[in-house]
């Protein structure tokens, strides 16, 4: 991977002359090689990268050569496993994409380099401030990401309509956690919960459920992302953590749900992102579904909704001018837009939106007015990676039978160890 890294010096001049009379041709720089990591994705990402990386190389050929390694990501964290195993054995790829919230704790441990100057202070002001915030750590830009994401509350349609319920079409009107478990309710019947709420049990968790926290006043970690208890343990805390654990324990959402529950008849509702409106436009034409707002905490909660997507990164042992010439490629605005358009997810130039009309009209426009108007990313705190996995298993605690105070606790704990030991001044 770093082999032609150091470009190979000319050994002589093309005047140099040997004894014998011929002349000893000029030995070329190698061109630099970089590589980039990044989660295998559906087809037409994979096939988007093909013709990205092609176009990259002739237009640079002779000077960068751009390659990468997909790797595939299951629902847990063995995609994060392989890029620690590569910091250990010291084989990082040039250009690294990882979720949003790891970004502080590369940043933090030096695995990655600020990237701002590969870019002008016009093309940042083109991307929204939530890639932008999520890839800061410590007022130096890390990292840039062509999608950002958003979450809402799918519903079937059909199964609203026999339980006598209307799904809100303003944000303003947004079910309270008190709205969304009655309908939960009058929608859970034999073979069908009322809704799902769990993603995945892994990093879905924490990216889906935070806002619970956030919209009743709390966060998982303190503002600074110094400190967890107090927040994520919190009395407001205590009373997210239970409202979800009420649904599953009341039967109104599955533990375990089955795939694809909500889209096959089995979830009345989900909690879903806003690429599962092209799963559900392409492969299930028969359902008759709509989308509205994140459910909102009662008592004026404070409207909440998940941001983060993946990002692109630069390591330590890069040559970092060409992999900020690779950066600047990736990221710009034709970039971005098809990027976003091939993997139907929400782009994060604001021009990217003159091209890509459909997010003018719902269903993708309540993911747009979301991603802008109530977008909130997961904690940028180098401790996220005992944050993550420590709240996955956490509530998995929890739903199967575990006190939710004490699980908490030794969440905030175990945060707060890791913080103070690795990362306080």
């Known amino acids: 991977m770093k082999k032609s890294m150091v470009k190979t010096m000319a050994v002589v001049s093309a005047a140099a002359v040997m004894s014998?009379?011929?002349?000893?041709?000029?030995?070329?720089d190698d061109?630099?090689?970089?590589?980039?990591?990044?989660?295998?994705?559906?087809?037409?990402?994979?096939?988007?990268?093909?013709?990205?990386?092609?176009?990259?190389?002739?237009a640079h050929e002779g000077e960068i050569v751009l390659s990468r390694e997909a790797i595939v990501r299951a629902d847990s964290y063995a995609y994060e496993d392989k890029v620690n195993a590569a910091l250990t054995s010291n084989d990082l790829p040039d250009i690294l994409y990882v979720d949003g919230p790891n970004i502080a704790n590369y940043a933090a441990n030096g695995v990655i380099v600020?990237?701002?100057d590969f870019f002008t202070e016009e093309d940042l002001s083109d991307f929204v401030d939530s890639i932008k915030v999520q890839g800061?750590?410590?007022?130096?830009?890390?990292?840039?990401?062509?999608?950002?994401?958003?979450?809402?509350?799918?519903?079937n349609k059909d199964m609203l309509d026999e339980a006598g319920l209307t799904a809100p079409d303003k944000l303003e009107d947004a079910w309270t956690w008190s709205d969304f478990r009655e309908a939960a309710e009058k929608l859970t019947k034999e073979g069908v919960t009322g809704t799902n709420i769990i993603m995945d049990q892994g990093e879905g968790l924490p990216y889906v459920l935070e806002q619970f926290w956030i919209s009743n006043g709390t966060d998982f970690v303190s503002p600074e992302g110094d400190k967890a208890d107090g927040y994520v343990n919190s009395e407001k805390g205590v009373e997210a953590a239970e409202f979800l654990n009420g649904l599953i324990q009341d039967g109104l959402a599955d533990i375990d749900p089955i795939e694809k529950a909500f889209h096959n008849g089995k979830s009345a509702t989900m909690l879903g992102g806003s690429w599962e409106v092209?799963?559900?436009?392409?492969?299930?034409?028969?359902?008759?579904?709509?989308?509205?707002?994140?459910?909102?905490?009662?008592?004026?909660?404070?409207?909440?909704?998940?941001?983060?997507?993946?990002?692109?990164?630069?390591?330590?042992?890069?040559?970092?001018e060409a992999a900020g010439e690779v950066m600047n490629f990736l990221m710009?605005?034709?970039?971005?837009?098809?990027?976003?358009?091939?993997?139907?997810?929400?782009p994060t130039r604001v021009s990217s939106y003159d091209?890509?009309?459909?997010?003018?009209?719902?269903?993708?426009?309540?993911?747009?007015?979301?991603s802008m108007e109530t977008g909130h990313p997961r904690p940028r705190t180098p401790s996220y990676t005992v944050l993550s996995p420590g709240f996955s298993e956490a509530m998995m605690n929890i739903f199967t039978g575990a006190d939710v105070q004490e699980e908490l606790d030794n969440l905030a704990a175990d945060f707060d160890e890791d913080y103070e030991m690795n990362y306080a001044e």
């Open 114 to 116: 600020p990237i701002g």
């Open 20 to 28: 014998t009379g011929f002349t000893v041709p000029v030995m070329a």
């Open 355 to 370: 091209t890509l009309t459909e997010y003018d009209e719902y269903p993708r426009s309540l993911f747009k007015e979301q």
């Open 136 to 155: 800061t750590y410590e007022d130096e830009l890390y990292a840039l990401g062509a999608t950002e994401s958003s979450v809402a509350l799918f519903y």
């Open 278 to 320: 092209a799963t559900l436009e392409n492969e299930y034409p028969d359902l008759n579904w709509g989308v509205t707002y994140y459910p909102v905490a009662d008592n004026d909660g404070i409207n909440a909704s998940p941001t983060g997507d993946w990002a692109a990164c630069i390591t330590k042992d890069a040559d970092v």
């Open 31 to 58: 061109p630099v090689e970089v590589t980039i990591w990044s989660p295998t994705d559906e087809p037409a990402i994979e096939e988007w990268w093909v013709q990205k990386i092609d176009e990259f190389n002739k």
């Open 332 to 346: 710009n605005q034709e970039n971005v837009t098809t990027y976003a358009q091939a993997i139907a997810k929400l």
